[in-house]
């Protein structure tokens, strides 16, 4: 039997390279997980499932005032509506900003079991509650006044903002982490304080020097306090957006009758507590270093307090140099402040973050301005008409008891007496009763309140000045609302750690025999 020759239309085929046909599709994925999944935006310092879970709860009222609902409802939400990805990323980024170890202002209020710094697990989601934090309503509260442009959800079923009309820069207060295609970024929380001093400090000295604003921002201030020392890292860091520092325990020693103590009262930012006293336990056990007598984590819910018992004969400092240097109750913190801007990634230092920050802030509030100022030209214009209409109120009457019906009522008011058609359908629509004296006056002081608001929102529109002191003020309002003390302690130099190993060998009695043929 003879085969037949297959013959291949090659005008329906195309010949490709392998190679291009991943690199152009390893290109478009990088790019949605750069812009759109892994790093933060500079201007409200969040990464899109941070931004969507606060838009989901805030969108369906589940606001820091209400009582709180399960996470899974919350979860369920965010994947219908706008994150269609796995429940559990969205849920770990929820709890992420519940845990006031990591992030130093929470933006979530979870109630249940979210976690512990000794790295327990979060309960499952049907087990959580939660509900906006307070803070969220000064990040959200404008949304409804076309502050910020919104884009539709995937399935174009919704809208979502591309961004929050933050009034402070979350970015440097809480931080970000984030692992993407060829870039990450690692950037420690910031006290509220200073950021606000210094952003206000920035708006009114936008050609201040770094220098200047570091005396206002020192350095970072970690939810678990701790000890940062390297000013020079600081310094590198808020140039060029990348530095490192080293982080240390607060540590004290006290002499007891029995035995000295070291006494950790705050430890390292996201050192995991539970795995360090078990390093700590480790050392005292293998006899690394004499004289540990024992190690124990006496932290409950007044605060963190890991106690080490020492004997009074042995120099605990010289332990605590040896921990130090061998466990994580120091390490080192890299910078590396990369964020989204202008919807490309790029490393930033302290002042650009600053800029795009200010730039957008104006930019929310003059739109915030302009949507409101129309809003009270509109209402001027339809008291005008109410009044005018007062005070030919009999004709006004006659006219609408000749109309057939409401349409017919509106066009006759507008043929007659020149009122556009916003005015004839309030005059319409107005009920008999407002037409009291008592209601008359309430017109005319309404009038002239809302002449005086114009006045000053288009100040805000027209004098950048103005403008400048109505961001201040909100920024103040923010300080005075949440701010807190700092509670990491800078330190301009990084200490030498010095132990003399010799010193911490055991001292014990030892036997050593040699045979008669030389063997040890």
């Not at 009582?67 to 929820?94: E, Q, W």
């Amino acid at each position: 039997m003879v085969k037949k020759k297959t013959i291949v239309d090659n005008t329906k085929y195309r010949p490709e390279l392998l190679e291009d046909i991943m690199g152009a599709g390893f290109g478009r994925y990088a790019k949605y997980i750069i812009q759109e999944r892994a790093l933060p935006d500079a201007r409200d310092g969040l990464k899109p499932v941070q931004r969507r879970i606060l838009y989901a709860m805030y969108h369906d009222g589940n606001t820091w005032d209400h009582a709180y609902r399960k996470s899974a409802k919350t979860v369920g939400l965010v994947i219908g509506n706008y994150h269609p990805h796995g429940d559990t990323s969205v849920y770990d980024a929820m709890v992420r900003m519940s845990q006031d170890w990591k992030v130093r202002l929470p933006l979530i209020d979870m109630h249940g079991n979210n976690g512990s710094i000794d790295d327990d697990p979060a309960a499952a989601m049907r087990y959580t509650e939660a509900r906006l934090a307070k803070v969220t309503q000064v990040m959200e509260e404008d949304l409804d006044k076309n502050t910020v442009e919104m884009a539709p959800n995937f399935d174009d079923t919704e809208h979502e903002p591309t961004v929050l009309p933050v009034p402070f820069p979350v970015m440097l207060v809480n931080g970000a982490t984030g692992i993407a295609a060829g870039y990450a970024t690692n950037m420690p929380p910031h006290n509220l304080n200073e950021v606000v001093d210094a952003t206000i400090y920035r708006i009114q000295n936008p050609e201040s020097a770094l220098t200047d604003v570091m005396d206002i921002l020192t350095g970072p201030d970690f939810p678990t306090g701790g000890i940062v020392q390297g000013e020079a890292g600081i310094r590198d860091a808020f140039t060029t957006g990348k530095g490192r520092i080293v982080v240390r325990s607060k540590c004290e020693i006290h002499e007891e009758k029995s035995c000295q103590q070291i006494i950790v009262t705050e430890i390292p930012y996201e050192v995991v507590k539970g795995q360090l006293v078990k390093k700590m336990d480790e050392i005292r056990v293998s006899k690394d270093i004499d004289g540990i007598l024992d190690v124990r984590d006496e932290s409950d819910r007044e605060g963190l307090r890991i106690v080490v018992d020492v004997r009074k004969d042995i120099d605990a400092n010289m332990i605590l140099n040896y921990f130090y240097k061998n466990t994580d109750l120091q390490v080192y913190y890299n910078y590396n402040n990369v964020a989204i801007i202008d919807k490309r990634p790029v490393q930033v230092g302290l002042l650009g973050l600053l800029d795009a920050f200010i730039a957008f802030r104006k930019e929310v509030v003059l739109r915030r301005s302009r949507y409101e100022l129309d809003k009270m030209e509109a209402r001027c214009h339809i008291i005008e008409g109410l009044m005018k209409a007062v005070s030919i109120l009999d004709e006004v009457i006659r006219i609408i008891r000749a109309s057939q019906d409401k349409g017919d009522a509106k066009r006759n008011l507008m043929n007659e007496f020149g009122f556009d058609e916003p005015q004839s359908e309030a005059i319409v629509s107005l009920r008999l009763y407002r037409l009291s004296n008592t209601d008359i006056i309430t017109l005319r002081e309404e009038f002239a309140e809302l002449v005086n608001q114009i006045e000053e929102t288009k100040a805000i529109i027209e004098n950048e000045n103005v403008l400048h002191s109505v961001i201040i003020k909100e920024l103040r309002n923010v300080k005075k609302e949440y701010g807190q003390e700092r509670r990491t302690r800078i330190e301009a130099e990084v200490e030498e750690i010095n132990y003399d190993k010799t010193a911490m060998i055991a001292n014990e009695r030892v036997v050593v025999t040699v045979s008669r043929d030389g063997y040890l």
